[in-house]
């Protein structure tokens, strides 16, 4: 496997047989075909796209989702809650935690399931021999497999995440999709999308399309008018958080509210108060989709809806146990400021509860801004571990994070790996027993969730 792109060494990390490795071999040959991970065009989409006979024009009604942070959440919810209304949903996420087939999740009757091995290895061999040797990206070739896949399958609905950006991301080839919906807009991946969030506000916004509802999470002011902007030159009536649907927690639980009425709903089960909004986001898209959608499968969604490194307890596996009795560990794949913040207000709300001391253990990428994302833990860390990220080249070094974890007074020290980390918490005796959070990188999330042998499913 080529070691010249993140994404080439995190497809390498975790094939289990035959099969897979057949898949690894597909990719890595793939990779070669035009080595630079991300190069943001829909040129090449668009040739092998019509090699394959338009695979984006035989889709079930799709549902299109670009923004910063809550995307992955998003979906999830309306997955969770178009199963309970027995439709079938078909899901494209990235990037994948574990195993590459998490990215695509074909609609069955009752509950949807990721696709199996030797589909996705075939599909991907048919994309394969269909490019004839063309230039082409890895996210590029493995879209629109994705794509191909969907459209023989039969299903209700499409979620389609976009994977960077919006409006030159390989996802955006639907001409007319259900409805489109745009989470919170804030900084990310700069080297591609700029350092300005109008800018990257209008990226994302490129998803928007003429006579299409376009639902909008909470957004900044800048944002804001970015996405009105271009809603208003291709002609997208936009339904925005606080105006024409709202979300609040009360008591406990989400009530929802929009022109159509009110929903009083259970708390979602994904953890944080930026889960209320998630939940929203996702309840106000369906509500605009025209599927039909019960209230009470709105409230069996939020009530079963999984999606893991997004605040995820780690109560069961082979890593808790390496914890002092009475210790809790979580994880989480949030990488940038906003992810950071996010992060940090359900900790304090976990404070608020019981009262525990509080260890990161922190590995990031290099192209992410690790100061800004640590000032968060400014006041709540009592220690942080920073460990480095296995099969990345562009992992930021451990001492690079134990430094600016020191700079916003967080006390830090480095460890070489994950289990190394949990030995060091363990051995700080830390009465009463800790609460751990491992975070900074989705592809860091990935090596735990393996490590602790519960990988998604």
Same mark, same amino acid.
């Given at each position: 496997?080529?070691?010249?792109?993140?994404?080439?060494?995190?497809?390498?990390?975790?094939?289990?047989?035959?099969?897979?490795?057949?898949?690894?071999?597909?990719?890595?040959?793939?990779?070669?075909?035009?080595?630079?991970?991300?190069?943001?065009?829909?040129?090449?989409?668009?040739?092998?796209?019509?090699?394959?006979?338009?695979?984006?024009?035989?889709?079930?009604?799709?549902?299109?989702?670009?923004?910063?942070?809550?995307?992955?959440?998003?979906?999830?919810?309306?997955?969770?809650?178009?199963?309970?209304?027995?439709?079938?949903?078909?899901?494209?996420?990235?990037?994948?935690?574990?195993?590459?087939?998490?990215?695509?999740?074909?609609?069955?009757?009752?509950?949807?399931?990721?696709?199996?091995?030797? #589909?996705?290895? =075939?599909?991907?061999?048919?994309?394969?021999?269909?490019? &004839? !040797? @063309?230039?082409?990206? +890895?996210? *590029?070739?493995?879209?629109?497999?994705?794509?191909?896949?969907?459209?023989?399958?039969?299903?209700?609905?499409?979620?389609?995440?976009?994977?960077?950006?919006?409006?030159?991301?390989?996802?955006?080839?639907?001409?007319?999709?259900?409805?489109?919906?745009?989470?919170?807009?804030?900084?990310?991946?700069?080297?591609?999308?700029?350092?300005?969030?109008?800018?990257?506000?209008?990226?994302?916004?490129?998803?928007?399309?003429?006579?299409?509802?376009?639902?909008?999470?909470?957004?900044?002011?800048?944002?804001?008018?970015?996405? #009105?902007?271009? =809603?208003?030159?291709?002609?997208?009536?936009?339904?925005? &958080? !606080? @105006?024409?649907?709202? +979300?609040? *927690?009360?008591?406990?639980?989400?009530?929802?509210?929009?022109?159509?009425?009110?929903?009083?709903?259970?708390?979602?089960?994904?953890?944080?108060?930026?889960?209320?909004?998630?939940?929203?986001?996702?309840?106000?898209?369906?509500?605009?989709?025209?599927?039909?959608?019960?209230?009470?499968?709105?409230?069996?969604?939020?009530?079963?809806?999984?999606?893991?490194?997004?605040?995820?307890?780690?109560?069961?596996?082979?890593?808790?146990?390496?914890?002092?009795?009475?210790?809790?560990?979580?994880?989480?794949?949030?990488?940038?400021?906003?992810?950071?913040?996010?992060?940090?207000?359900?900790?304090?709300?976990?404070?608020?509860?019981?009262?525990?001391?509080?260890?990161?253990?922190?590995?990031?990428?290099?192209?992410?801004?690790?100061?800004?994302?640590?000032?968060?833990?400014?006041?709540?860390?009592?220690?942080?571990?920073?460990?480095?990220?296995?099969?990345?080249?562009?992992?930021?070094?451990?001492?690079?994070?134990?430094?600016?974890?020191?700079?916003?007074?967080?006390?830090?020290?480095?460890?070489?790996?994950?289990?190394?980390?949990?030995?060091?918490?363990?051995?700080?005796?830390?009465?009463?027993?800790?609460?751990?959070?491992?975070?900074?990188?989705?592809?860091?999330?990935?090596?735990?969730?393996?490590?602790?042998?519960?990988?998604?499913?």
């Amino acid at each position: 496997m080529p070691s010249h792109t993140n994404e080439s060494a995190a497809l390498a990390a975790f094939w289990y047989n035959p099969i897979m490795n057949s898949i690894d071999a597909t990719l890595a040959r793939l990779t070669a075909l035009h080595p630079k991970l991300i190069d943001l065009s829909l040129d090449r989409m668009w040739r092998i796209l019509a090699v394959l006979d338009h695979p984006e024009r035989r889709l079930p009604p799709v549902i299109h989702v670009a923004g910063t942070n809550g995307k992955g959440s998003t979906v999830a919810f309306m997955r969770a809650i178009c199963e309970a209304a027995g439709l079938r949903a078909h899901v494209y996420t990235s990037p994948h935690l574990v195993r590459f087939n998490e990215r695509i999740r074909l609609g069955a009757p009752d509950e949807g399931v990721l696709v199996t091995d030797d #589909e996705l290895s =075939a599909t991907l061999a048919e994309c394969e021999r269909i490019n &004839a !040797g @063309e230039s082409i990206t +890895v996210f *590029e070739i493995t879209t629109a497999a994705a794509l191909l896949l969907f459209s023989r399958h039969p299903a209700d609905v499409l979620l389609l995440e976009v994977g960077l950006g919006g409006r030159l991301d390989s996802t955006n080839v639907i001409d007319n999709p259900r409805v489109t919906a745009i989470t919170p807009v804030s900084l990310d991946h700069a080297d591609h999308l700029g350092d300005d969030v109008a800018l990257i506000a209008h990226e994302k916004a490129g998803i928007l399309k003429r006579g299409v509802p376009g639902i909008l999470g909470p957004q900044s002011r800048e944002a804001l008018r970015a996405i #009105e902007r271009q =809603a208003a030159r291709v002609g997208s009536k936009l339904r925005i &958080a !606080g @105006e024409d649907w709202h +979300v609040t *927690e009360e008591g406990g639980r989400l009530v929802y509210q929009d022109d159509a009425g009110l929903l009083d709903l259970p708390a979602p089960r994904l953890y944080g108060r930026h889960q209320f909004d998630n939940a929203g986001l996702a309840i106000a898209t369906l509500r605009a989709s025209g599927l039909k959608i019960a209230p009470a499968a709105f409230e069996t969604g939020l009530a079963k809806v999984e999606w893991p490194a997004r605040m995820q307890r780690l109560s069961s596996g082979k890593l808790r146990p390496m914890l002092p009795a009475g210790s809790e560990l979580w994880l989480d794949g949030g990488h940038n400021a906003d992810g950071g913040r996010a992060i940090a207000s359900s900790l304090a709300d976990l404070e608020d509860r019981v009262s525990r001391p509080l260890v990161l253990i922190v590995g990031m990428l290099s192209t992410k801004d690790h100061a800004a994302f640590l000032r968060n833990f400014s006041g709540l860390g009592r220690r942080l571990i920073a460990i480095p990220i296995p099969n990345q080249d562009k992992a930021l070094p451990p001492e690079a994070i134990a430094q600016a974890a020191r700079e916003v007074t967080i006390p830090a020290e480095t460890a070489e790996s994950i289990e190394a980390a949990l030995a060091r918490v363990a051995s700080y005796g830390l009465d009463p027993p800790p609460r751990v959070l491992i975070c900074g990188s989705l592809y860091l999330a990935g090596e735990v969730l393996a490590a602790n042998g519960t990988p998604p499913s």
